[in-house]
């Protein structure tokens, strides 16, 4: 069987293929509406698409997948040996279908006025894998993406380069599917909680100041001693007096390990962790979980600062990421019915999973879940909310974990990874409670660059 599906790999997955629409304000408006996307580069007379939008031009719409069904006169030029790949997955019982991996990269912006043509290719089709999904097997394409300006007069002819774009699917047996979990774990089960914390007399105004966003220690009203943890008495004088006092959250690691495994069920999905020993401006030392850059970064000495990650509905825990320059503020969203079904509709896809509940348990997921389009979105949000305008994306590759599902509230942090002049490449991630939901590397080009590019254009 494997030889069968092999021979798919070269093959056409669309050729001649043309957009069903210009680029165009009111779908850019729409985009930008359902991202929560305020950069003011996307409106007005000047105005470009925002480049995670790409795939957006080349979806189907709502009918005959190859478009002659959709509204519009061109059809999307899908081939017929992409459809009779997808026919002989399904009839290999491999019928559900969830998007596991995206790379766009990104030569010029998109402006209102252009058309997209695209040719697309089959690059790959993997053997059987074994996920918590399902048995299944994931299906890579590359698309290559021109556009010229039909509004202006220019023809398909002149259709310069705009941008390429690698899109892996996993076609798989539904049967089995776990609630909760990405297409790369084998886990089964209900997602486990965190543990509970020990809330006594003692360490009661601790919590009470985690539920209020502070982290409080303890400062002697006899020697003003600081001390952390909670006790009932000053550890340097014996005093029993005390009064709370919140840290500034500012902090330094002063040691740490990485706990690799084999890790607590609750912890599963998100990989290494590290666990410091924080020492904070006021002198004393809380040990605590360092989030927003890789385990195997955190070192001794990192300046830190102080947050709260929600774990459940019950849980808040006070943790600390990198302070500086060079990592991006989180930013947290929550995930409602109304945000995964507008980037559904935003982004043109329209597969059940993202907006009908029954059918989405039918295919094995226990509600609707955000588009891997969506996902992208935002984290080209979460990048520009940060830049300001003046910053030209030229790439995203974005990988899905664990899916969002309504309820969840993603947070995304960042941090700069690469600078080359004007030219910056950053590390993102989105994680929900059950652990990363989007693990994404951003490049972009600041300011006077993207002057010299603008003017280039055609």
Same mark, same amino acid.
């Given at each position: ?9 070269g ?37 470009? %698409? ?14 005959? @997948? ?6 519009g ?8 040996a ?15 279908v969830?998007?596991?991996? /995206?790379e766009q ?5 998109? =402006? @209102? ?11 790959s ?47 798989? =047996? ?27 007399? $003692? ?19 006899h ?10 008495? /000053?550890?340097? /004088? ?5 009064v ?13 390990v ?7 069920? %609750? ?13 904070l401006?006021?002198?004393?030392? *809380? ?64 597969? $059940?999973v993202?907006?009908d ?11 609707i ?13 979460? *990048? ?14 974005i ?24 030219r ?35």
């Amino acid at each position: 069987m494997t030889d069968t599906f092999q021979a798919y790999t070269g093959r056409p997955a669309a050729v001649g293929g043309r957009a069903l629409d210009l680029v165009n304000a009111p779908m850019i408006r729409h985009w930008c509406e359902a991202m929560g996307d305020a950069n003011t580069a996307y409106t007005g007379p000047h105005a470009i %698409a925002p480049p995670a939008m790409l795939q957006s031009w080349t979806m189907a719409g709502l009918g005959d @997948p190859r478009g002659a069904g959709s509204a519009g006169s061109a059809a999307t030029g899908r081939s017929e040996a992409y459809d009779e790949l997808l026919g002989t997955l399904d009839a290999h019982g491999f019928t559900s279908v969830v998007a596991t991996d /995206c790379e766009q990269e990104y030569l010029r912006p998109l =402006r @209102p006025g252009q058309r997209v043509l695209y040719d697309s290719e089959i690059e790959s089709v993997s053997g059987e894998k074994t996920t918590a999904l399902g048995v299944g097997r994931f299906v890579t394409t590359r698309t290559d993406l021109r556009a010229y300006d039909e509004a202006a007069g220019e023809k398909p002819e002149e259709a310069a380069p705009v941008a390429t774009h690698r899109f892996r699917i996993l076609k798989f =047996r539904p049967a089995g599917a776990v609630a909760g979990q990405g297409p790369g774990t084998v886990e089964s089960g209900d997602p486990a909680l965190r543990p509970r914390p020990v809330v006594n007399r $003692d360490t009661a105004g601790f919590w009470a100041g985690v539920a209020e966003g502070e982290l409080r220690f303890q400062r002697c009203t006899h020697c003003a001693t600081p001390r952390f943890p909670w006790l009932p008495g /000053c550890n340097a /004088c014996g005093s029993d007096g005390w009064v709370p006092e919140a840290a500034s959250g500012v902090g330094t690691v002063y040691s740490y390990v990485v706990v690799h495994h084999p890790l607590p069920a %609750a912890f599963r999905g998100q990989g290494p962790y590290a666990v410091a020993l924080v020492e904070l401006e006021e002198g004393v030392r *809380v040990v605590s979980n360092v989030l927003g850059l890789p385990a195997a970064e955190v070192r001794i000495g990192l300046p830190v600062r102080l947050d709260f990650e929600r774990c459940d509905e019950e849980l808040t825990l006070p943790v600390f990421r990198p302070a500086g320059a060079d990592h991006l503020p989180p930013l947290r969203i929550p995930v409602t019915r109304t945000l995964i079904v507008a980037g559904a509709i935003a982004s043109r896809d329209y597969q $059940d999973v993202h907006h009908d509940a029954e059918l989405a348990h039918a295919r094995g997921a226990p509600d609707i879940f955000m588009n891997i389009l969506t996902s992208s979105g935002l984290v080209g949000r979460y *990048v520009t909310d940060w830049t300001g305008p003046r910053a030209r994306l030229t790439g995203i590759s974005i990988r899905l974990g664990v899916p969002a599902y309504p309820g969840d509230e993603l947070t995304f942090t960042g941090r700069v990874t690469e600078r080359d002049g004007p030219r910056l490449t950053l590390a993102v991630t989105g994680r929900t409670r059950r652990g990363a939901h989007a693990t994404a590397t951003v490049r972009l080009t600041l300011e006077d660059h993207v002057v010299h590019v603008a003017e280039d254009q055609p």
